[in-house]
């Protein structure tokens, strides 16, 4: 005879992760029964009032969808648009771009690596109370991405929702004495990004290994930030114009964020991981040794192991930065010249957390017709349902405060942005014993 | 985190955002361990998984009221909060959200979603004070996180926060920089807006775009006659008043007499 007990155990709120969502997982026996990622976050519509805008408001208005990553709405939006008007920026622009999200990435990863994800891995609920045990650790982390913000600051004004990116360049840029004054504190940054990858290496990892399809950019010379073919481990090669040929948007009942798939295979993983995956050959020597010298080679199947890969990226963007500072020389004008037109220009940018697409149909005065915007966290959104849904199969005899830790770290491991997405993580797993 | 009795009690609470305004706490780098040595950090999502219960001493609100749900929630977190500040333009004006204001939202709903049942909204996004009594509003798109650290050590001790109500211009003046309105005819909202960015944009060589809200007393008629001298047709002049502080009320009437025109 089969006799159920039903047993429900809820976590009310996933914390440090950007946005407002719940995670609920049903267990009976064994098996998993349903895995619903849940973003709950009201809807704010950016493409609805991006209609009737003037392209050149949208990397000030696009870069509110998000408070941790401006800079990757803004140059997804600034290249989409500049490719609509048909229009070239300069070389000095284009390296300064370059430096922008490096900036972004030192202080987006520094933040997600030491003060949202470790806690998970040592035992706190947060970076404050590791800091009573870990006090040097966590100083190091807030001096590492303050020199991130001292570089988005000084390109943009300030580092949230920074006011310089312009269509066509910058409002203004900064002078070489200006960057050169940031190199003592990116060498002491490069030094402190190898310590957080040898750091990072030595946590303890779950067993997990999955068979994803990655996707990332790809350029034939560089580690991607703003140009590139999308490219993934099964054979994807396309141009950013293509995208919406070959990954479509699923709206469902329990999120208010869109779920991507890949048309015709189904979920796929954007972020750090992928990017290192299809792009390890591009990274500067010293992130290549850094990887190798704590056995982290592509492929990295382990989610998990995305704090790693997160590491050996605050090597790159150090090092990228020191590079962009030695070449610079400013550009003759701010920015160039751009005048209204007809057009339709998408364009693809590498965000901390992975590819973020924007769309844009413009009419003969330079308004916005149509907006379209793909973030990251909502391309992820189903791969985090697939990962839990394995990942739940295997905790499943664990004792439930365990299982659901483990959860937790699992989702965190995506940096998920539910802001972008969506606000909050819920879990609930609600499992049913099946005796017999 | 601490449980220590005697220290004040911080709870820091999200509507409809970006995450940007309490990030700025994040962000004060040289004195969040300062901060949190002061206080009790007791609730911030964002940043902890130890969630403790209220009352809270001081409640830091971000984001504007857009559902059902959180113009219920709005109401526990006040009840919960001794002193309740709401940081940001979507707190205290309803954010760029509320451009949805003007519009049907159903057909907003349309246009993002394939399946607008699933999605419960209200018709207006609402900022704060429009559903609770706030002590404090701290205003910008994004807060200037010396104004939050200003204003959190002023409540503690129980004075008047330093933060000025005057206009971006007065601090353009201070930093000597040459009026970009007058010198280059870009129209520059610096007049009407309230300072706190540390006139950010004139000294990048663009016209102040209103993020922080109007001033104390804004002569918003005297700006778009400004505008218009600048060659700004009205459509123009409206946009610029109607972006990240479009639903405070100087701000959105300026921008309804220039529809009217």
């Not at chain 1, 929702?161 to 940031?182: C, E, M, N, T």
């Not at chain 1, 995956?277 to 998990?304: G, H, I, Q, T, Y």
């Not at chain 1, 997160?310 to 400013?330: K, M, N, W």
């Amino acid at each position: 005879m089969t006799g159920r007990v039903a047993k429900t155990i809820r976590v009310d709120t996933l914390a440090r992760v950007e946005g407002e969502g719940s995670l609920y997982i049903k267990l009976v026996g064994e098996r998993v029964a349903d895995v619903k990622l849940k973003i709950y976050e009201p809807p704010r519509f950016f493409e609805a009032f991006l209609r009737g805008r003037h392209f050149s408001e949208a990397p000030d208005i696009t870069a509110r969808i998000c408070g941790i990553c401006p800079i990757a709405y803004q140059m997804s939006a600034v290249h989409a648009i500049e490719r609509a008007l048909g229009i070239q920026i300069s070389p000095e622009v284009r390296l300064l771009r370059r430096l922008f999200y490096c900036g972004e990435w030192i202080e987006s990863h520094t933040l997600h690596v030491y003060m949202l994800h470790a806690p998970d891995f040592l035992g706190y609920p947060d970076a404050i109370a590791m800091a009573k045990d870990h006090r040097a650790v966590v100083e190091k982390a807030l001096r590492l991405k303050k020199i991130g913000n001292r570089i988005v600051q000084l390109l943009g004004g300030r580092e949230i929702h920074p006011i310089s990116a312009a269509v066509g360049g910058f409002y203004k840029v900064p002078s070489k004495q200006q960057l050169r004054d940031l190199v003592a504190d990116l060498e002491w940054a490069l030094e402190a990004s190898l310590e957080t990858v040898r750091w990072t290496a030595a946590l303890e990892f779950p067993n997990f290994e999955q068979d994803y399809e990655f996707v990332a950019l790809r350029h034939p010379d560089e580690y991607p930030f703003n140009e590139g073919r999308v490219v993934s481990n099964r054979g994807l090669d396309i141009d950013t114009a293509e995208y919406e040929d070959h990954f479509v948007e699923l709206h469902v009942k329990h999120s208010n964020a869109l779920q991507s798939v890949v048309r015709g295979r189904g979920s796929y993983l954007v972020g750090p991981l992928a990017r290192f995956n299809l792009n390890f050959d591009k990274l500067p020597e010293v992130a290549r040794k850094a990887a190798s010298d704590v056995n982290l080679r592509p492929p990295v199947k382990n989610v998990f192991r995305s704090i790693v890969v997160r590491a050996v990226e605050l090597v790159f963007a150090c090092a990228e930065a020191l590079r962009v500072i030695r070449e610079y020389e400013p550009p003759a004008t701010p920015r160039v010249e751009v005048s209204n037109r007809i057009g339709m220009g998408q364009a693809i940018t590498e965000a901390p957390r992975g590819i973020l697409y924007h769309r844009y149909a413009l009419d003969q005065n330079g308004m916005i017709i149509t907006a379209k915007i793909v973030p990251p966290t909502s391309q992820n959104q189903k791969r985090i349902e697939d990962d839990l849904r394995e990942y739940a199969a295997q905790l499943a005899t664990w004792p439930i405060e365990e299982a659901t830790w483990r959860c937790e770290q699992a989702i965190r491991s995506y940096d998920p942005c539910i802001s972008c997405a969506t606000h909050f993580l819920k879990l609930v797993i609600d499992r049913e014993e099946v005796k017999v | 985190m601490s449980s220590e009795k005697h220290k004040p009690r911080i709870g820091v609470f999200k509507f409809a955002s970006c995450d940007g305004c309490q990030l700025s706490l994040l962000d004060a780098e040289d004195e969040l361990l300062g901060v949190a040595g002061a206080v009790e950090i007791s609730y911030f999502p964002e940043a902890s998984s130890a969630m403790l219960k209220g009352p809270y001493d001081i409640g830091l609100v971000e984001g504007s009221i857009t559902t059902h749900h959180d113009a219920q929630h709005i109401q526990e977190v006040r009840r919960q909060c001794k002193t309740l500040i709401t940081i940001g333009a979507c707190a205290t004006a309803g954010g760029i959200q509320a451009l949805r204001n003007w519009k049907d939202v159903d057909e907003f709903i349309r246009i993002v979603y394939a399946t607008p049942q699933f999605i419960s909204t209200l018709k207006l996004s609402t900022p704060i004070a429009e559903h609770v009594p706030v002590d404090f509003e701290l205003r910008g798109c994004p807060i200037n996180k010396h104004q939050l650290l200003e204003l959190i050590t002023a409540t503690l001790a129980g004075r008047k926060p330093n933060v000025p109500s005057y206009s971006v211009c007065i601090e353009c003046k201070r930093k000597a920089n040459v009026c970009i309105a007058v010198a280059r005819g870009i129209p520059c909202l610096g007049p009407v807006t309230q300072a706190g960015c540390g006139a950010l944009c004139p000294s990048y060589d663009r016209g102040c775009y209103g993020c922080y809200g109007p001033m104390e007393t804004p002569n918003t008629s005297s700006m778009t006659a400004q505008f218009r001298i600048l060659g700004q047709a009205d459509s123009q002049v409206a946009r610029a008043f109607r972006s990240f502080n479009a639903w405070a009320w100087q701000f959105r009437k300026a921008s309804e007499e220039c529809e009217r025109t």
